[in-house]
């Protein structure tokens, strides 16, 4: 317990003097990642190695165009940070599986609990 009182926790909680020391830092990502920059980890600031996606022969593809325009897109990251509890119920009706459940995922949740039950999800019916 931290007071006895709430009257006690207030004045606890005027009574905390804070410093902070202002760390190098780096706000850029393509910064972030250039030799000398400050590190977040131990050994760099990048985790592994980026996903890269590619479909059908992209060097052929900018060898055969007329005018190739490169470009850099950045999209903020979302990240979702609900408030409830992830949960999920399950009952079976008959010969189906009735899911109730707070993800929102719910084809890849169909997917992923009937190949690990080891039945036929409703989306490759």
Same mark, same amino acid.
Request: with cysteine; proline share 4%.
């Given at each position: 317990m931290a007071a006895e009182t709430p009257q006690q926790a207030r004045d606890a909680a005027r009574a905390i003097a804070v410093r902070y020391e202002v760390l190098p830092h780096v706000l850029d990502p393509e910064r972030a990642l250039a030799p000398g920059a400050p590190l977040v980890g131990g050994e760099g600031n990048r985790q592994g190695e980026p996903d890269t996606h590619e479909r059908g022969d992209v060097a052929a593809g900018f060898a055969e165009a007329d005018v190739v325009?490169?470009?850099?897109?950045?999209?903020?990251?979302?990240?979702?940070?609900?408030?409830?509890?992830?949960?999920?119920?399950?009952?079976?009706?008959?010969?189906?599986?009735?899911?109730?459940?707070?993800? %929102?995922?719910?084809?890849?949740? %169909?997917?992923?609990?009937?190949?690990?039950?080891?039945?036929?999800?409703?989306a490759s019916a």
């Open positions: 325009l490169e470009k850099t897109f950045r999209t903020e990251y979302e990240l979702h940070n609900p408030m409830e509890l992830h949960g999920c119920v399950a009952r079976w009706d008959g010969g189906r599986l009735v899911l109730w459940e707070s993800l %929102q995922g719910v084809y890849i949740t %169909q997917t992923v609990i009937s190949r690990v039950l080891g039945l036929r999800s409703p």
